[in-house]
């Protein structure tokens, strides 16, 4: 007979276990449960205790979180798997975050106690990328009585992969006798071809006397070398026609301001031109380096017939032709062929709104006003973009826009919550490690609808800001993201100094600086929420009157802020409210702000277009950097419900 208390504990049981997800003849149970009875496993992984975790999770039911503490531990740098765990995880998980880092630990870990049939099945369908995993390779080809393709595998993987000074030594260790003279020739040129130079220099002692030769001026002119134009000269006129050797002297000479670098594009044009994609980078810097020298003429022809196809560097390239043309050639008819031509051929929210707002302008500037407000609506059709949003003010439009919000159907909520990557998401953010959520998130945006991706943001709000704006960001790549979710907010206290405009300001930085990560830390040293350095957070500290402590700069997130703060009143006061000046100042220095109002004005000028100011910075990053926070900070004043 059942008696009350056996009654209850079932009924407790069940509300414990909720819905269970519907696997291919598996029943899980809710991520609650699992949890509860688990989750401790989980923070010792997180602590990278892995026999307690271990230990929590003898005899227990807990699927997903069991997979979880093997991925951490596989993950971990402390904690190499076996050959067996690392390949056993791939094939039952080839969709995980981190299996492209696993197959490498493979190859590091594999070892004698491995069979040679094993080892040959397992990189016969995953070629090995590692010098450690080609010997484990070859030695089972030979002891499966493959001596050929062992040598087939050894000469293919010279001469096409990658592979570091110590890894070359391994190789040449072993492998020497199966490597010919000329491969090792096909392998230098093959690197020099990638501008790896320094890696074809390790090869110098098998290589003849004419390419050690090349090879030696092209590393004096990477090392900038006080005689390398010296050795440049030691070359015959055929070594000189080089393309790897005219692509480093162009950089030496852009690197040095050299005044005939134009000349000596002009003279190799044609080689230049055969490869598009090796010389963009030198092309950009030379063509800015032209118009800010006035030589807009110049400018546009170095960019012209840069040959690019797609990608970021195809969208600099054309962009850049349209706004030469547009507003230093006064060629509007020019310039708007090219934005038109860039808008066809980019499909990214950003793109678009970039080429259809310059068309409008080229439009406009051909008075043409219909076509021009046209081509204006088009930007703005992503009104969370920087350049959608210079549409809605050039069309007159408000730029406070209503920020939609998501919901879905509680039907697809629970379909949703299915997902396995969703489910482990959830249980680790129970265990604290907010660090690991966004390889989930990642992961699964890539394999799934835009509604799933939407999702995926909307649970991303609810659990970490960080979270949220990092999936916004891989998702605006794709999808016109303008939702409350991407957008989060700081929970501040009653009487915080954050108000009105500069509320929207400050989050507006810290979206872009920190993604709202607390503890976030640049290579430049900047930390926390406001990305403040240490010497600036110093002298700030120092005006303010408060004690200076780098510890906490770095984990006190109002303290972080109060500072960050401050700094950014300093920098808006000493422009007389320049949103534009300020964030510049923030990102690249006030030095470097006062070099270019003096190169290009001052952009609080009305007489001078702040959009093109904003162009011409030299600086990508900058560019880059004002642009963000300009978009988010229009955002954030929609919010805050700020005019």
């Not at 980078?281 to 800010?292: E, F, P, V, Y």
């Amino acid at each position: 007979m059942m008696t009350i208390k056996n009654s209850l504990l079932i009924i407790h049981k069940i509300l414990l276990w909720g819905i269970f997800v519907c696997m291919p003849g598996i029943a899980l149970p809710s991520i609650e449960y699992e949890y509860q009875i688990c989750g401790d496993a989980l923070k010792a992984a997180g602590q990278e205790d892995w026999s307690k975790a271990t230990l929590i999770l003898k005899e227990k039911q807990c699927p997903t979180v069991k997979k979880l503490v093997t991925y951490l531990r596989l993950k971990s740098d402390n904690s190499m798997g076996s050959f067996e765990e690392y390949t056993s995880f791939i094939i039952k998980n080839p969709n995980w975050p981190w299996i492209h880092v696993f197959k490498k630990r493979a190859e590091l870990v594999v070892g004698q106690s491995e069979s040679s049939s094993k080892t040959l099945a397992w990189f016969k369908k995953h070629p090995p990328k590692m010098a450690k995993g080609l010997v484990a390779y070859v030695e089972a080809l030979k002891q499966q009585g493959f001596p050929k393709e062992a040598r087939v595998i050894i000469e293919k993987a010279w001469l096409h992969q990658d592979f570091s000074h110590e890894e070359e030594k391994i190789l040449l260790a072993n492998y020497k006798d199966l490597i010919p003279p000329a491969r090792h020739l096909a392998r230098a040129q093959r690197l020099l071809r990638e501008n790896k130079v320094e890696a074809a220099n390790r090869l110098a002692l098998y290589l003849p006397k004419n390419v050690r030769q090349l090879i030696k001026v092209r590393l004096a002119l990477r090392d900038r070398k006080h005689d390398a134009l010296k050795l440049l000269r030691t070359l015959s006129e055929q070594q000189r026609l080089d393309v790897g050797l005219i692509h480093d002297e162009l950089k030496y000479r852009l690197r040095n301001d050299d005044p005939h670098a134009y000349e000596f594009f002009k003279k190799h044009r044609h080689f230049i031109e055969q490869h598009p994609e090796d010389f963009w980078s030198a092309r950009h810097t030379l063509g800015r380096d032209l118009m800010t020298g006035g030589r807009y003429q110049e400018a546009y022809q170095v960019i012209h017939r840069h040959g690019l196809k797609q990608g970021e560097k195809f969208v600099d390239a054309e962009w850049l032709l349209g706004w030469i043309s547009l507003s230093f050639l006064k060629q509007p008819g020019q310039a708007f062929h090219h934005f038109n031509h860039l808008y066809q051929k980019v499909n990214s929210p950003y793109s678009r709104s970039k080429a259809a707002y310059w068309a409008g302008r080229a439009a406009q500037a051909q008075k043409l006003p219909q076509e021009a407000h046209l081509w204006y609506q088009k930007a703005a059709y992503y009104p969370a973009t920087y350049y959608g949003q210079l549409a809605l003010k050039a069309l007159q439009k408000p730029q406070n826009f209503h920020l939609k919000s998501l919901s879905f159907p509680l039907s697809e909520v629970r379909q949703f919550e299915n997902h396995e990557f969703v489910r482990a998401i959830k249980l680790l953010h129970k265990a604290g490690l907010i660090e690991e959520l966004l390889p989930f998130g990642y992961m699964f945006v890539q394999s799934s609808s835009s509604h799933e991706a939407l999702m995926m943001l909307s649970l991303a709000s609810t659990l970490s800001p960080q979270f949220a704006v990092g999936m916004a960001d891989s998702m605006s790549i794709l999808h016109n993201t303008h939702y409350k979710e991407a957008y989060p907010q700081v929970n501040q206290k009653k009487g915080s100094s954050l108000q009105c405009l500069e509320e929207a300001m400050i989050h507006a930085l810290i979206r872009k600086e920190s993604k709202f990560n607390p503890t976030a830390l640049s290579e430049a040293g900047a930390c926390g929420m406001m990305q403040v350095t240490p010497s600036t957070a110093k002298m700030v500290a120092q005006k303010l009157g408060i004690p200076f402590s780098e510890t906490r700069l770095r984990t006190d997130m109002r303290y972080n802020m109060l500072i960050g703060t401050a700094y950014l009143k300093e920098r808006l006061q000493a422009y007389q409210g320049s949103v534009i000046l300020t964030l510049a100042a923030y990102n690249a220095g006030p030095g470097s702000v006062k070099k270019w109002i003096e190169r290009y004005g001052d952009p609080r000028n009305p007489e001078v277009d702040a959009t093109d100011w904003v162009e011409k910075i030299p600086y990508g990053e900058t560019r880059n950097y004002i642009q963000r926070v300009l978009e988010n900070y229009v955002i954030y004043q929609a919010i805050f419900n700020i005019e």
